[in-house]
């Protein structure tokens, strides 16, 4: 039982690349999350899946796209990446509302 | 919407101390509140969460947190620190309505604990 796993760990890009962070759970649960986290302030929520099939906007989504592939992955792509997208991506699952949310270890992407 | 201010972005203790790391939130709608742990290079994990009932919450590594409703704080206290709970600690809430648990974080508080 890996948990929520994250691929790849640590990634640099160009300004106007394109890449996509891909995110797996094991724990058969219905809702998945993608969150930034930035020095100062804490984590943000860029999208969510409350179930499989269906995806909805969180508080930074603007630059990504989100794609539920099935009930255990969720994958978090960058069109054309920017410098302001640096930052740690933490990919997170949930059984429902009030819930735990168990996150992966994070994906360190630069972007220069 | 719902905000989250933990009041002190750095906290120094030495190793056997008490600690107290403050959260305060903001919201019009009921909340459930958490407390989460980042250690160096690694992700979230859950140190404890408030969803009903008594108000003092026990978690993980003799971590404990009030709810307050009054002050609407979440307090996080652990009564002897030790080296290995440095780390970064966050604290979130979710809303009890919308069905997504979705949560807000607060911006951080480092705990360092010297020998």
């Known amino acids: 039982n890996a948990g929520v796993t994250q691929t790849p760990k640590f990634q640099v890009l160009k300004t106007g690349q394109s890449m996509t962070l891909q995110c797996a759970q094991d724990m058969n649960h219905n809702s998945m999350y993608w969150y930034r986290q930035d020095p100062g302030m804490g984590l943000r929520l860029i999208y969510y899946s409350a179930s499989e099939g269906t995806t909805d906007k969180g508080e930074v989504p603007n630059g990504y796209n989100v794609s539920r592939l099935n009930k255990r992955e969720f994958s978090l792509r960058l069109e054309s990446a920017a410098p302001s997208q640096t930052s740690v991506y933490f990919c997170?699952?949930?059984?429902?509302?009030?819930?735990?949310?168990?996150f992966g270890p994070g994906t360190r992407l630069l972007v220069l | 919407a719902q905000s989250v201010t933990q009041l002190d972005s750095q906290v120094p203790v030495f190793e056997e101390a008490p600690v107290e790391l403050r959260c305060n939130y903001s919201?019009?709608?009921?909340?459930?509140l958490f407390w989460y742990v980042q250690y160096p290079n690694q992700g979230l994990q859950l140190l404890l969460k408030?969803?009903?009932?008594?108000?003092l919450v026990k978690g993980i590594n003799g971590f404990e947190a009030e709810f307050n409703k009054s002050q609407t704080s979440f307090h996080l206290r652990k009564p002897s620190v030790h080296i290995s709970d440095t780390a970064e600690y966050f604290c979130a809430v979710s809303p009890v309505s919308g069905g997504y648990n979705k949560l807000i974080f607060g911006a951080g508080t480092r705990l360092a604990v010297h020998p």
């Open positions: 997170a699952s949930s059984v429902g509302p009030g819930e735990t949310q168990y």
């Open positions: 408030y969803l009903s009932g008594s108000t």
């Open positions: 919201s019009s709608v009921s909340v459930y």
